[in-house]
């Protein structure tokens, strides 16, 4: 059946697909194993043996997490630089 349908058959079948998911379920519950998972990276990043200070690990956390995001928006600009 996958073959059978047009492409842009497709986008509408995905289109209400998504719309449908939407409609059951909160996407940010869906997601959030994983987005705590990827913040308990930088806390273990910046403080491994749990020696800190809560507020202090998670400000440590925080600056981690942007130092990490701007990273990925560098090597952004370089690669468009490149392929430019």
Do not use: C
Request: aromatic fraction near 6%; charged fraction near 35%.
């Amino acid at each position: 059946m996958p073959n059978s349908l047009s492409p842009s058959e497709r986008i509408l079948r995905a289109r209400l697909a998504a719309h449908v998911n939407h409609s059951l379920y909160d996407p940010k519950e869906r997601t959030r194993a994983a987005r705590d998972k990827f913040d308990l990276r930088f806390l273990d990043e910046v403080d491994p043996d749990r020696t800190l200070p809560q507020h202090e690990r998670e400000r440590r956390a925080g600056h981690a997490r942007k130092a990490y995001f701007t990273g990925l928006a560098l090597k952004s600009v370089r690669a468009r630089r490149k392929g430019a």
